[in-house]
């Protein structure tokens, strides 16, 4: 099947600090990616939709000017998140599909201390 | 809004017996998907259900969609440690492949 590639796995950063996730499509284009949160035993929040060549379309609740989302190209979603407090620290997952089904890519843990 | 629900939310059972994991969704969909997380990964696939009366299986797990129902199962049979997992199913929204996720189910086999 179709590959999503996510970096970083994982990543530490000091709060205050900002931290920036990509999101590559390897073998596909993708017009549109998706964002997803999860807590602890938790299930995925999608976050937001990343739409490329437009501006993002955020979930209720998430915070837009928090959580920049860039869709540069039809391989490249990134996500930022800006100013990063230990509240932050979750599972962020994106997707792309390549209009037969949805792919995830590996997930980042992000830790903020 | 699309809801999905999923239950049980927790299930401990031994190996060598059955069980049937249930997926209810709140409104029509094209796609509904079942996937596997072990612990501090993300998601592995293990179906794409598209039409209504869909069954797929895959060693000892088998799914169906019922669409009129707007019910997905995704049964196991004989289980194995090995399937200990927490099992997500999900449903896109009207084909703009926004995927909304149940609450998962926490499968614990007992050895």
């Not at chain 1, 590639?5 to 994982?10: A, L, M, T």
């Not at chain 1, 932050?88 to 997930?107: H, K, L, R, T, V």
Request: contains cysteine.
């Amino acid at each position: 099947g179709a590959v999503v590639s996510q970096h970083p796995s994982w990543v530490i950063c000091k709060s205050g600090t900002s931290v920036k996730i990509e999101c590559r499509s390897l073998d596909f284009q993708a017009t549109t990616m998706f964002w997803y949160r999860q807590f602890p035993k938790q299930s995925l929040m999608l976050m937001a939709t990343s739409n490329e060549g437009s501006k993002a379309t955020y979930e209720q609740g998430v915070e837009k000017d928090k959580f920049l989302i860039n869709h540069a190209s039809l391989t490249l979603s990134t996500l930022t998140v800006t100013s990063a407090h230990p509240e932050d620290s979750s599972f962020y997952i994106c997707s792309a599909d390549d209009g037969a089904e949805a792919f995830f890519g590996q997930g980042t843990r992000l830790t903020v201390v | 809004e699309l809801k999905v629900e999923q239950n049980p939310l927790f299930l401990s059972m031994q190996e060598g017996k059955n069980y049937t994991i249930y997926c209810n969704y709140s409104t029509t969909s094209d796609r509904l998907y079942w996937y596997r997380q072990d612990p501090g990964k993300s998601l592995e696939s293990l179906f794409v259900l598209l039409s209504n009366g869909a069954v797929k299986q895959e060693g000892r797990l088998m799914a169906s969609l019922d669409t009129k129902a707007r019910l997905s199962t995704l049964h196991i049979t004989a289980a194995v440690h090995d399937l200990s997992a927490t099992y997500f199913c999900a449903v896109d929204v009207n084909r703009d492949d926004k995927i909304i996720f149940g609450k998962g189910t926490r499968l614990h086999i007992l050895p």
